[in-house]
């Protein structure tokens, strides 16, 4: 009877192993032709005149011609100089400032959208960069297969000792599921900071994006995208393509952050995506009550053991490959430790997301 719970595990492990046999099948795509794809990259910032002149400079520094794309930034209601920095680069002769009149990112999002010229957008944050040939590789990838969404990978900064690799590896294992179920046409995340879509795309869905709560410009967008049958949503494998986004500075800031990605998931209509958050949730449930079961009970450490290993499998799997294909495949010495304390982790940001009510937002006017 001890084992019988066990098998709530199964799901999890046979969702992630056919995640990671997606990720056998990536080919890393190659530019073959100078793209000339008008592009509109759309930047929703607050508070940010720390990191916008370092994005803006990446941005301008674009191995794409300056006429062929512009920067869209949007100042969300920002108390500091983000609007000040962001109209003060004359010099960048492509480059737009508009003031969010509403409130949140996915307004400030939309105000940007509906002023873009281009009809390729892609999104990213103020405390990303990205090399040279960024709209180069997207712009080329969208001529080549004209797709309704592009979802780009994204990386973090490194950071010192444990803390730091834990968020990498916990983020990478997003990106690992991200791409993976991307491939098998399901895909279930994807991420603001890179990505990419058709402007007609997103005034499609633009009324699915839950503006009630903060969070999820992405998620929902790519969700209802998703509903509809001949959509082409596809990830783009390519290290021209990627970004890097800082990582948290405390344990506090990111447990709030995801807290906040978490708390959106009672919002999910997506049946895959809350097929496979239920397989996680049991998983890291099991792997609890039988970790302190155990304690009591030392049948019960077989059967923690044995959970452990099972969930650790796929997890190693997915992992190896996305930290091979990101170049950062010596944060896998952080992996076991990452694994013991994981399900602690997921406990606590479920308390940080109960703790963190939903903010009301009011709806955008078209």
Request: hydrophobic share 45%; with cysteine.
């Given at each position: 009877m001890y084992w019988l719970p066990a098998i709530l595990i199964l799901p999890y492990v046979f969702i992630l192993l056919k995640i990671y046999g997606s990720l056998l099948q990536l080919k890393t795509f190659k530019v073959s032709a100078d793209p000339e794809t008008f592009v509109s990259v759309v930047i929703a910032c607050r508070n940010e005149q720390k990191n916008l002149p370092a994005l803006i400079?990446?941005?301008?520094?674009?191995?794409?011609?300056?006429?062929?794309?512009?920067?869209?930034?949007?100042?969300?209601?920002?108390?500091?100089?983000?609007?000040?920095?962001?109209?003060?680069?004359?010099?960048?002769?492509?480059?737009?400032?508009?003031?969010?009149?509403?409130?949140?990112?996915?307004?400030?999002?939309?105000?940007?959208?509906?002023?873009?010229?281009?009809?390729?957008?892609?999104?990213?944050?103020?405390?990303?960069?990205?090399?040279?040939?960024?709209?180069?590789?997207?712009?080329?990838?969208?001529?080549?297969?004209?797709?309704?969404?592009?979802?780009?990978?994204?990386k973090l900064e490194s950071a010192p000792g444990f803390f730091g690799g834990f968020q990498e590896l916990e983020f990478m294992s997003l990106q690992g599921i991200t791409a993976g179920s991307a491939i098998t046409k399901e895909a279930t995340m994807c991420n603001g900071a890179n990505l990419a879509f058709e402007r007609e795309v997103y005034f499609n869905h633009a009324a699915n994006l839950n503006y009630e709560i903060n969070s999820g410009d992405d998620i929902f967008l790519l969700h209802s995208l998703k509903r509809e049958r001949q959509s082409k949503i596809l990830w783009l494998e390519s290290p021209d393509s990627l970004v890097t986004t800082g990582s948290s500075s405390t344990l506090l800031s990111f447990l709030k952050q995801r807290g906040r990605w978490l708390s959106k998931g009672k919002a999910y209509k997506d049946w895959f995506t809350i097929i496979l958050g239920i397989?996680?949730?049991?998983?890291?449930?099991?792997?609890?009550?039988?970790?302190?079961?155990?304690?009591?009970?030392?049948?019960?450490?077989?059967?923690?053991?044995?959970?452990?290993?099972?969930?650790?499998?796929?997890?190693?799997?997915?992992?190896?490959?996305?930290?091979?294909?990101?170049?950062?495949?010596?944060l896998m010495w952080w992996f076991l430790p990452v694994q013991v304390v994981y399900p602690l982790y997921v406990l606590s940001v479920i308390i940080s997301a109960i703790q963190n009510p939903k903010s009301k937002i009011q709806n955008p006017k078209s």
């Open positions: 400079k990446s941005i301008s520094l674009q191995n794409y011609s300056k006429h062929l794309f512009e920067i869209i930034i949007i100042d969300d209601n920002s108390i500091d100089k983000t609007n000040e920095i962001a109209s003060g680069f004359t010099r960048v002769g492509n480059i737009f400032t508009i003031n969010n009149k509403g409130k949140g990112k996915k307004q400030a999002l939309r105000a940007g959208i509906k002023a873009a010229k281009g009809n390729l957008i892609i999104t990213t944050d103020a405390d990303c960069r990205m090399g040279r040939n960024w709209i180069r590789t997207i712009a080329a990838f969208y001529e080549m297969n004209k797709p309704d969404m592009i979802i780009c990978p994204v397989a996680t949730f049991f998983t890291i449930i099991l792997q609890i009550s039988y970790m302190i079961g155990g304690l009591i009970n030392p049948d019960l450490i077989l059967v923690f053991l044995s959970i452990f290993v099972l969930k650790s499998v796929p997890d190693f799997l997915i992992l190896l490959n996305t930290s091979s294909r990101y170049g950062k495949g010596e």
